[in-house]
């Protein structure tokens, strides 16, 4: 049984899943704080909802994106936050290889509705070897 954090989480993840088959910057956007931080795939820190649609608009347009989201991780901060940690494993083209990254959001409660008020991904391949 999952509890109300994970709910949340899980919802999320379908719009942004949804959104990210078609890449729909609108409805990503949409799913991000006025204020959030988002630091995807480059270099680049993005800012709130249209740093995030810019992101997205900069995307080349795969033929057939698609993404699976995996060793999900969820904690309650507090009523109105969240924290999620995960992999998310992107099928960019049919042919092409797998693309995983460790991804993590901070999920916030705003005017009644959850958003995503911090991304972040990492690569899963080590900086630093021990």
Excluded: C
Aim: proline fraction near 4%; charged fraction near 15%; aromatic fraction near 12%.
């Amino acid at each position: 049984m999952r509890n109300a954090a994970e709910d949340v989480v899980a919802a999320i993840i379908e719009r942004w899943s949804a959104g990210f088959s078609k890449l729909d910057a609108n409805a990503l956007a949409s799913l991000y704080s006025n204020n959030a931080f988002f630091f995807g795939s480059n270099p680049t820190l993005y800012r709130g909802n249209e740093g995030v649609a810019a992101y997205f608009n900069g995307l080349p347009r795969w033929a057939s994106p698609s993404v699976q989201f995996t060793d999900i991780t969820t904690a309650s901060v507090g009523s109105d936050l969240i924290n999620f940690a995960g992999t998310a494993s992107f099928f960019i083209n049919e042919g092409e290889p797998l693309l995983s990254v460790k991804i993590s959001w901070v999920i916030a409660r705003e005017g009644g509705e959850w958003r995503i008020v911090s991304h972040h991904v990492s690569s899963k391949t080590p900086l630093i070897e021990r």
